[in-house]
């Protein structure tokens, strides 16, 4: 008899994974605060949202009210209710697998070095083409995450709006990076911050191509404690295995696809990470499963690999 794994939604963290949940918490609470705090209290006759602005709002270099830190408040910070709704929509849309695949700590990092990306685009690139403005929103991270959803699933199907005709991730990116670049280099923006949309997505394709060889993740972790082991990066810098089919599996799955190891490097990887049902979870199970996800996608695992990868996440 298969043995039957019950998961909570997309990838055992269920349908909100933690860092997604947090973010999207984080921008609705702020978003509450401005509409029904700043916007109506005042000192000296002067409205809380001017000091709010003045001080977390990404500021021009020229205004003389640019301050560090607003790299990373102006992207809590949203000017309206469908401004604030598309961008948690679309985060949640396209990050959900990402967070569940590399793991919270790597997924936050991402996002906000995707957003900082951003910033600095809007800072030094954005006034060459534009009146520089004060800026806020997560677009530019979120254009990142969506940049890095679709290296990881280039040919996943992606309903585009306004078109509502499903084309591969892939072209989705290209797409609308394409049109933030446009829009950004033609002044066309209006009220919209295009370059730093641009900046975001090019900040996260470097981050996710480049990001694990330039040390950025074991920076991160050392910095906050985490552990050294990224099983992400750790996939694409270990020896790979030759497979073949065989007739049973260590994984038991409904339509299963079977393999085994026929030819194995000198220095084969041992590392054993935890115990899963009884079972030692080993380098080389996790190779198998992040080979999967490569080929055909985080929603080809079985209930059972997705288990093990969520468990093994938790240890970043």
């Given at each position: 008899m298969k043995n039957k794994f019950v998961l909570n939604g997309f990838g055992g963290f269920g349908i909100f994974p933690p860092v997604i949940k947090a973010l999207i918490i984080i921008n609705v609470v702020v978003f509450l605060f401005d509409t029904f705090f700043l916007?109506?209290?005042?000192?000296?006759?002067?409205?809380?949202i001017y000091f709010f602005a003045k001080y977390f709002y990404l500021q021009p270099l020229e205004s003389n009210n640019f301050y560090i830190w607003q790299l990373l408040t102006y992207q809590f910070i949203h000017g309206g209710i469908?401004?604030?709704?598309?961008?948690?929509?679309?985060?949640?849309?396209?990050?959900?697998?990402?967070?569940?695949i590399w793991g919270s700590r790597k997924f936050l990092a991402f996002y906000i070095l995707s957003g900082v990306g951003a910033g600095l685009f809007q800072l030094f690139v954005a006034p060459l083409f534009s009146e520089p403005l004060p800026t806020i929103g997560a677009s530019g991270a979120v254009f990142g995450v969506l940049a890095a959803f679709g290296f990881t699933f280039p040919n996943r199907p992606v309903f585009m709006f306004p078109i509502f005709i499903p084309i591969p991730a892939k072209f989705f990116v290209i797409f609308y990076a394409g049109l933030a670049f446009f829009l950004g280099i033609t002044g066309s923006a209006g009220n919209v911050a295009h370059i730093a949309h641009l900046g975001g997505a090019l900040t996260g394709f470097i981050l996710f191509k480049f990001g694990d060889q330039l040390g950025i993740y074991r920076l991160i972790n050392r910095l906050t404690g985490g552990s050294k082991f990224d099983y992400y990066s750790s996939y694409h810098s270990a020896p790979k295995f030759s497979f073949r089919k065989r007739t049973s599996s260590y994984f038991e799955e409904e339509e299963p696809e079977y393999y085994e190891i026929v030819d194995t490097p000198k220095r084969e990887i041992k590392r054993t990470y935890f115990s899963y049902e009884g079972e030692e979870i080993t380098q080389e199970?996790?190779?198998?499963?992040?080979?999967?996800?490569?080929?055909?996608?985080?929603q080809s695992l079985t209930e059972k690999e997705k288990r093990i990868l969520i468990e093994l996440s938790k240890k970043l």
């Open positions: 916007g109506i209290y005042n000192i000296g006759g002067t409205p809380l469908w401004h604030l709704f598309f961008n948690l929509f679309a985060l949640w849309m396209f990050g959900v697998e990402l967070e569940s199970i996790v190779d198998r499963i992040l080979d999967k996800i490569a080929e055909r996608g985080y």
